[in-house]
């Protein structure tokens, strides 16, 4: 009966490890099975993600192409505005003239450098040139040139003080460099 019973316990033990081995197999086969679902849902979210934003760039994309006409003709519009190159130096310069004199500035050394703009019917003209006068006076002539009705576009203001003692006191330098177009005639 001893024998029996080790026998029988032996049999439960053993099973018991067959169920338990058994049971970590099924674990790990469970686990495996159920990664590659988590990826696969995963990878479909982020590429449905992804179809979405290339959907959202398509239909911007034939906004674009739908107002393109219009933007086109905006454009030539407004190149239109600009002055003819015959008269656009004489205009110019009348200009800068009467800001100068309305803001009690004095320009000097005024240069003129002209070049072509490729692909459109334009020539870009930069403008080198020096304004003396106090600060007050300064800030008007550059919103002279703000509200002009011709396009000026500011690139660079070096302002300079006059230390020499020989002026009077408070007097600031300026080269100003900006450019504006002019429309071939």
Request: hydrophobic fraction near 40%.
């Amino acid at each position: 009966m001893m024998q029996d019973f080790q026998l029988k316990k032996r049999l439960i033990l053993g099973g018991l490890a067959v169920l338990l081995v058994a049971d970590g197999a099924f674990a790990y086969f469970n686990l495996r099975m159920s990664e590659p679902r988590a990826d696969r849902e995963l990878a479909l979210t982020a590429e449905a993600h992804q179809v979405a934003l290339v959907k959202s760039d398509v239909e911007r994309a034939r906004k674009i192409r739908e107002k393109l006409p219009q933007t086109l003709k905006d454009f030539d519009q407004f190149e239109s505005t600009f002055l003819a190159t015959s008269k656009g130096y004489s205009v110019l310069a009348q200009e800068m003239d009467d800001y100068a004199r309305d803001t009690h500035l004095m320009l000097d050394d005024v240069r003129f450098h002209e070049r072509e703009v490729t692909g459109r019917n334009l020539t870009e003209l930069t403008v080198e040139s020096r304004v003396s006068g106090d600060y007050s006076g300064i800030v008007h002539f550059l919103n002279h040139l703000q509200r002009s009705k011709n396009v000026f576009i500011v690139d660079a203001l070096d302002v300079e003080t006059d230390n020499s003692g020989q002026g009077p006191v408070g007097v600031l330098r300026v080269n100003l460099r900006m450019r504006t177009y002019f429309r071939k005639a």
